[in-house]
């Protein structure tokens, strides 16, 4: 009941802020999908990484260390640090000037323009739209999972059939609720204040939550390393006791299977491979409006040099957190061995005890709900901007039918999004890869937009129906990402490579907007010059 009654005082927090961002809601269109691009550095940074911090990198990361070990680390988390900062800077800073200097609230107005076609809007939007639902089942299903794990026992007579802890499905809809309040009535202040005070404490209850659980487990493997010498309890209690948290940790570590410490089990160009994930960053419908959101080219200082630092700070703990898992120094059941997605709540619920448990079960929840909430108003902001908008004149519905339309299709997303989740779960972090691995695919779309002069509309087009279609016959093939470890192999004079589907699907877009760009009409050049010669 402990857990419970904190997880439910935070979500109550977390209402009221969303309801007191609100009260500064000034009634426009533009202030609620853009916070009237009033976000400075501080805000930017905490908006940029609460987002991308979702529960791929909490749940999914942890889960991912305990099947597959502590490669997991260099696969995305060293990678994406340094990637995404590049990304910001590379992309951000040119994408934020236009949208400024053009009025740009979505990604599909800015390549409507810089392509001068509204078609390519109208073939984005599903594909985009139908990418992002994929990343918000794994922030739905992740957080009814927690709340079920750690409430176990809290009901028993309530909620019998699901061991006494609150239902999966009961926890993913809280989730849903709690997130669709506070972006109904905050918009984009409400979502940046939101992810804020998320982004703090899950980094603050996680690092404080880490050294409990570094703290316990190395007890443990110190008493048995000594037990194991021929000492007797007592003396080695005392040297678990006198044992400094580095020792601890090094102790617990060294109990991690062989097979757990190393990356033996993926080839070279597999590992590679991976460093293409991360360039999903550059295409995010949500992050793209939170960069729009800055008030000033200045505000990304303080992201660009940060981002890695705090990627490292949420990610090493819950890694290690992971790897640990598989030591034995905790007994993992049955059905969390089965459901990797488990293993972070279940040790939290073990370890770190009913008051410190519950706190970082609010700090997880805020990791999950940062990213949930960017998603659905970027949802909502491209249905508004690039569907109906896009179809009448500015002036054909007020401000506030602007914004009601924009709720009313984030209330139809959530409960789409909230059906999926009640099928059959994935595993978060497999679930998480194959979606960034669709929007890596469309980064030479964006890239090209900015840096290359022949780009065409043909081009495009052409990019993303490529990226399309081999991301949808790559799912396919993967059983719909129920295959884990699947991989995309090509067989060149005998020999076969091993790459994460990623690769192809990067390689076919970026082919076919290189190559029908070179044999299409340039684009105009007033194209060129409003983008540019500016």
């Known amino acids: 009941m402990t857990q419970l009654i904190i997880i439910a005082i935070y979500l109550t927090l977390l209402l009221g802020l969303g309801l007191l961002a609100g009260r500064s809601f000034r009634g426009t269109s533009q202030d609620y999908m853009l916070a009237s691009h009033s976000i400075g550095p501080f805000l930017l940074l905490m908006s940029l990484f609460g987002t991308t911090m979702t529960a791929f990198a909490l749940v999914g990361s942890t889960g991912e260390a305990y099947k597959e070990?502590?490669?997991?680390?260099?696969?995305?988390?060293?990678?994406?640090?340094?990637?995404?900062?590049?990304?910001?800077?590379?992309?951000?800073v040119k994408l934020w000037g236009f949208g400024r200097r053009y009025g740009y609230s979505t990604q599909i107005e800015f390549f409507r323009d810089r392509?001068?076609?509204?078609?390519?809007?109208?073939?984005?939007?599903?594909?985009?739209?139908?990418?992002?639902?994929?990343?918000?089942?794994?922030?739905?299903?992740?957080?009814?999972?927690?709340?079920?794990?750690?409430?176990?026992?809290?009901?028993?007579e309530l909620?019998?059939?699901?061991?006494?802890?609150?239902?999966?499905?009961?926890?993913?809809?809280v989730v849903c609720v709690v997130v669709l309040l506070y972006v109904f009535f905050g918009g984009m202040r409400g979502t940046a204040w939101a992810n804020t005070f998320q982004t703090l404490v899950f980094m603050i209850l996680g690092m404080v939550t880490f050294g409990v659980i570094a703290n316990t487990l190395g007890e443990r493997a110190i008493v048995a390393q000594h037990q194991g010498q021929g000492h007797s309890e007592g003396e080695a209690q005392a040297a678990a006791s006198e044992a400094s948290l580095l020792e601890k940790m090094a102790a617990a570590s060294a109990q991690i299977p062989e097979e757990k410490r190393t990356r033996s089990g993926l080839s070279?160009?597999?590992?590679?491979?991976?460093?293409?994930?991360?360039?999903?960053?550059?295409?995010?419908?949500?992050?793209f409006q939170h960069w729009l959101t800055a008030r000033s080219a200045g505000s990304f200082k303080l992201a660009v040099v940060a981002h890695p630092l705090c990627i490292m700070i949420v990610w090493v703990p819950c890694v290690m957190i992971g790897a640990w898992a598989t030591t034995g120094l905790i007994a993992i059941p049955a059905p969390v061995d089965q459901n990797p997605n488990a293993v972070l709540p279940f040790i939290v619920g073990k370890v770190a005890g009913?008051?410190?448990?519950?706190?970082?079960?609010?700090?997880?929840?805020?990791?999950?709900?940062?990213?949930?909430?960017?998603?659905?108003?970027?949802?909502?902001?491209?249905?508004?901007?690039?569907?109906?908008?896009?179809r009448f004149a500015d002036d054909h519905f007020s401000q506030r039918a602007q914004v009601i339309m924009a709720r009313l299709f984030i209330v139809a997303i959530v409960a789409v999004t909230y059906g999926l989740s009640l099928?059959?779960?994935?595993?978060?972090?497999?679930?998480?890869?194959?979606?960034?691995?669709?929007?890596?695919?469309?980064?030479?779309?964006?890239?090209?937009?900015?840096?290359?002069?022949?780009?065409?509309?043909?081009?495009?087009?052409?990019?993303?129906?490529?990226?399309?279609?081999?991301?949808?016959?790559?799912?396919?093939?993967?059983?719909?990402?129920?295959?884990?470890?699947?991989?995309?192999?090509?067989?060149?004079?005998?020999?076969?490579?091993?790459?994460?589907?990623?690769?192809?699907?990067?390689?076919?877009?970026?082919?076919?907007?290189?190559?029908?760009?070179?044999?299409?009409?340039?684009?105009?050049?007033?194209?060129?010059?409003?983008?540019?010669?500016?």
């Open 69 to 92: 070990g502590v490669g997991v680390y260099g696969m995305l988390a060293s990678s994406s640090g340094i990637i995404h900062s590049l990304c910001f800077l590379v992309l951000g």
């Open 423 to 534: 099928f059959e779960p994935r595993r978060v972090f497999t679930l998480g890869v194959w979606c960034f691995s669709g929007f890596s695919s469309l980064f030479p779309l964006v890239f090209a937009s900015l840096y290359w002069r022949r780009l065409t509309a043909a081009g495009a087009y052409a990019s993303v129906t490529a990226a399309a279609v081999s991301w949808s016959m790559l799912f396919w093939q993967s059983d719909f990402a129920a295959q884990a470890d699947y991989s995309f192999e090509l067989t060149v004079l005998g020999t076969t490579y091993e790459m994460m589907p990623v690769a192809a699907m990067f390689a076919c877009s970026s082919l076919a907007l290189v190559l029908v760009s070179l044999v299409t009409k340039p684009p105009g050049e007033s194209t060129l010059a409003k983008f540019f010669d500016c």
């Open 115 to 156: 392509l001068a076609t509204d078609g390519i809007g109208y073939l984005l939007f599903p594909i985009l739209v139908g990418l992002i639902i994929p990343y918000l089942l794994i922030g739905v299903m992740a957080g009814g999972t927690v709340i079920n794990k750690v409430t176990l026992g809290a009901l028993p």
């Open 268 to 287: 070279k160009l597999k590992f590679f491979t991976y460093l293409l994930v991360p360039l999903s960053v550059g295409m995010f419908p949500h992050l």
């Open 354 to 390: 009913p008051v410190l448990g519950g706190l970082l079960t609010a700090g997880i929840l805020a990791a999950i709900m940062s990213s949930l909430d960017s998603q659905f108003l970027a949802i909502g902001t491209m249905f508004t901007k690039d569907v109906v908008l896009h």
């Open 159 to 173: 909620f019998a059939g699901s061991g006494g802890g609150v239902p999966k499905a009961l926890g993913s809809l």
